[in-house]
């Protein structure tokens, strides 16, 4: 009896451990939104994929997703969908063309707002942004809880720049029905100087331009363009993640007083919340 109540301890232990190895953290997605959104999921290469890769998210509903060690990919929300059919699904904003609401190893069509991670990086460390540089189609924010190291900051974008949106990147529905997105210059324009390619490839020669700038000042803590690492990488170790599609503006940094957030950059510029 006493070797069967051991195997079974051991046994007990063992399938512990690798559910813990396996499962590193948990994804929260949280929609603020006044209508409904599609979250999409793509995972690095040599990456296990999450499951789902896209499901429907209703206005005021949550849904946590457990995600494996060692894990990088994206997450987006995808707006104004329609399901014609189980094999015709399309999206206005952050379509990932896989013509159902799983994305299915596809990432977001440009322009959408985007959380990056990578988990258990450089020194045990998650890093983690909300970038720009694919455009923007909502406000997002990620917020770490539970970390044990690093700066477990929160970042993101909690500005509705749609409405804003400079007349050259502006996305508007088809027959009509308001802005639902914003280009980033480098889909717009296609310039290599808005790119960072060719001879802009690297971050001497590829500087902030004043569209990138924009993004930037309304957000100063979201990715503007692609080498504006230094004040929109963030770092957090052993983390769950809070992941909010339209955060509303006072919960948000309501939040990041009781988190006593040391970041230098504010989350957000104040005198453009309400644009």
């Given amino acids: 009896m006493d070797r069967l109540l051991l195997s079974a301890s051991v046994l007990t232990l063992l399938i512990l451990s690798f559910f813990s190895e396996v499962n590193s953290a948990s994804f929260k997605l949280v929609n603020k939104c006044r209508y409904e959104v599609w979250p999409g999921v793509l995972s690095g290469a040599n990456t296990a994929p999450l499951s789902p890769t896209g499901f429907a998210l209703k206005p005021g509903k949550s849904r946590t997703l457990s995600v494996p060690k060692a894990w990088s990919g994206r997450i987006w929300a995808r707006t104004l969908c329609t399901e014609y059919s189980p094999t015709n699904f399309s999206c206005v904003t952050g379509d990932c063309g896989s013509g159902k609401i799983e994305c299915a190893g596809s990432g977001a069509k440009p322009p959408a707002t985007l959380a990056e991670f990578t988990l258990n990086g450089a020194d045990g460390l998650d890093f983690y942004d909300v970038s720009l540089v694919d455009g923007y189609n909502l406000p997002m924010l990620v917020v770490p809880r539970g970390g044990t190291r690093g700066g477990c900051s929160a970042t993101g974008c909690l500005v509705d720049l749609n ?14 029905g308001g802005r639902v997105a914003c280009r980033s210059a480098c889909e717009a324009f296609g310039d290599p100087q808005f790119c960072c390619s060719e001879a802009y490839a690297t971050p001497d020669t590829c500087q902030p331009s004043v569209f990138s700038l924009f993004f930037k000042h309304a957000c100063p803590r979201a990715y503007s363009y692609a080498y504006d690492d230094k004040t929109s990488t963030y770092t957090c170790a052993s983390a769950d993640y809070i992941i909010i599609f339209c955060p509303l503006p006072y919960t948000s940094l309501k939040v990041l007083e009781i988190r006593k957030d040391g970041a230098v950059l504010p989350l957000v510029n104040k005198t453009m919340m309400y644009f």
Avoid at 164 to 171: S, T
């Fill in 163 to 176: 409405g804003k949106c400079p007349r050259a990147l502006r996305v508007a529905r088809e027959g009509g």
